[in-house]
């Protein structure tokens, strides 16, 4: 969880919700487990769904606003190691003017064939940071960050919603979860 992007989020809604995101066995047991240790009727329905990166958000808001909430919030941000490249990445052989001198032996370390010319720092050859789908490397996501490219998007997913009265289910293919047979 990339938690600098999720703060600004739950700084946004600071005064009507509270998030709690931790070991997802040990929400799955405060929410009840089954039908027989569920704190309210209903509840142990999303403690199966409760899998990965997950957490829970109590509010006072109304449904419809959480849901646009959710919906709109998007930010860019660099991509890490393993994420799927979005664009081909080439830098062309020549002077590289973003970099100072110092940067040469650390961009030569990520595998860049640079040398220092006249102070500058020069590509050699042209050289390829990543190619669109493809997964990266530790290697093209520090110089993609070097350069300012933000390949990854931080977005939050709504997968269930409960109250007293109703639960729902956002997230396709989750209907198929045993969710409803328990």
């Avoid at 039908?35 to 329905?45: F, M, N, Q, S, T």
């Avoid at 006072?60 to 393993?82: C, I, Q």
């Avoid at 009265?165 to 396709?172: C, P, S, T």
């Amino acid at each position: 969880m990339r938690n600098l992007k999720f703060k600004e989020f739950r700084d946004q809604l600071k005064s009507s919700s509270r998030f709690f995101l931790g070991s997802n066995k040990v929400m799955q047991v405060a929410l009840g487990r089954s039908v027989a240790d569920e704190i309210r009727p209903g509840l142990h329905k999303i403690s199966k769904l409760l899998r990965g990166d997950s957490g829970l958000c109590f509010t006072s808001l109304p449904k419809e606003e959480v849901e646009r909430l959710f919906n709109e919030y998007e930010d860019y941000d660099f991509a890490r190691t393993g994420s799927i490249a979005t664009e081909k990445v080439e830098l062309n052989e020549g002077p590289l003017d973003q970099f100072t001198h110092e940067m040469e032996p650390f961009l030569r370390k990520q595998g860049m064939p640079v040398r220092l010319n006249k102070g500058v720092v020069e590509l050699v050859s042209d050289f390829i940071v990543c190619e669109e789908g493809k997964p990266l490397s530790p290697e093209a996501a520090r110089i993609l960050r070097l350069l300012g490219i933000k390949m990854a998007t931080f977005k939050l997913h709504l997968t269930c919603r409960w109250s007293s009265e109703d639960f729902e289910i956002y997230r396709e293919g989750l209907e198929d979860s045993d969710v409803e047979s328990s």
